[in-house]
């Protein structure tokens, strides 16, 4: 945990009470990467990304906020033959929503490098929601 904190403008599922343990690591890395602390975040993402199910909530809560601002998850974050910036892994994950047992079992079948690249497109999904978000 870092000694400096980084609060994210968005409000998501996380960190509400009873809520998954990870939802603060995930708000954490969410605010260190919208406000720029590359070094908080990529510390926060080497841990949150060691946990198949940390990282297949970070995938299901950036879902859910797509589909809010959206109304529906585009094509190009699950499907892998479409042009898009989403990684494979993140679209592997994507497409076993919103069943999180599957989610979870997918996400414990990849290796930690993939896991992280499925965790950075959601930040960049996430932090680029909050950077279009009207600031108060």
Known sequence: MSDHQHPFPLRLAAGAPGGD???????????????????????QL???TA?????????LLTLELTAQQLGLVPAN????ALPGRAALPF???????PDPAL???TSERLLPGARR???????D????????????
């Open 21 to 43: 343990p990870a939802d603060q690591q995930i708000m954490e890395i969410l605010g260190a990467a919208y406000h720029g602390c590359a070094s908080c975040q990529d510390a």
């Open 46 to 48: 080497t841990l949150l």
């Open 51 to 59: 946990s198949a199910p940390a990282t297949a909530r970070l995938v």
């Open 77 to 80: 974050l699950t499907v892998d």
């Open 91 to 97: 679209r592997l994950l994507a497409r076993t929503s």
């Open 103 to 105: 989610m979870l079992r």
């Open 117 to 123: 690249a499925a965790a950075n497109t959601a930040v």
């Open 125 to 136: 999904i996430l932090v680029g929601f909050a950077s279009l978000a009207p600031r108060r």
